[in-house]
T-cell receptor, first 110, second 122 residues
């Protein structure tokens, strides 16, 4: 199993819907998790971080961490076409190196 | 807003040639990272510097890749000779300091990425 795994997608949702992006992780990474958004041809930008079990909300974004099931998710409420991008899940391994998943492509249909 | 500067943005070269990428991190950031991102994959860490010292280069193909950060500020990543499989986006990132690396997360210690350097090897 890879340290951080994501479904490559694409995940297609209509404008205004909730987009749910998921990430599973192995025992080889830490309990700190990060969600990066990457537009096509651009570099990643941090949108959310979470390191405690439960939910963390920031505007339209909610990150959820479930340590017992080893998954972390990102919910985007009221999805907009401008949210169409690849979302990268990341965590740190035992040497504190930031490990990225392969990303999930999100398409928000107008 | 402070940015991580990278150049060149695009580079096309033939295999067996040498290429070099340059990165200037956000002023005052002690930690600098070079990542490689192949199309359709997530970024993979090649090398991490703390000031001028390498703290992780376990994934750097040392037979052809080299990286330096001589004065602990800007950095250069070199590939010689380039191979077809090196075609990728090379991303530089920086973060303020050691606390992120040691796992002590704070809101200020996050990675900021540059715009990247896209390499095509023919």
């Amino acid at each position: 199993q890879k340290e951080v795994e994501q479904n490559s997608g694409p995940l297609s949702v209509p404008e205004g819907a909730i987009a749910s992006l998921n990430c599973t992780y192995s025992d080889r990474v830490s309990q700190s998790f990060f969600w990066y958004r990457q537009y096509s041809g651009k570099s990643p930008e941090l949108i959310m971080s979470i390191y405690s079990n439960g939910d963390k909300e920031d505007g339209r974004f909610t990150a959820q961490l479930n340590k017992a099931s080893q998954y972390v998710s990102l919910l985007i409420r009221d999805s907009q076409p401008s949210d169409s991008a690849t979302y990268l899940c990341a965590s740190k391994d035992s040497s504190y190196k930031l490990i990225f998943g392969s990303g999930t492509r999100l398409l928000v249909r107008p | 807003e402070a940015e991580v500067a990278q150049s060149p943005r695009y580079k096309i070269t033939e295999k067996s040639q040498a290429v070099a990428f340059w990165c200037d991190p956000i002023s005052g950031h002690a930690t600098l990272y070079w990542y490689r991102q192949i199309l359709g994959q997530g970024p993979e860490l090649l090398v991490q510097f703390q000031d001028e010292s390498v703290v992780d280069d376990s994934q750097l193909p040392k037979d052809r890749f080299s990286a330096e950060r001589l004065k602990g500020v800007d950095s250069t990543l070199k590939i010689q000779p380039a191979e077809l499989g090196d075609s990728a986006m090379y991303l530089c990132a920086s973060s303020p300091g050691l606390s992120f690396w040691t796992g002590d997360f704070s809101g200020a210690n996050v990675l900021t990425f540059g715009a990247g350097s896209r390499l095509t090897v023919l």
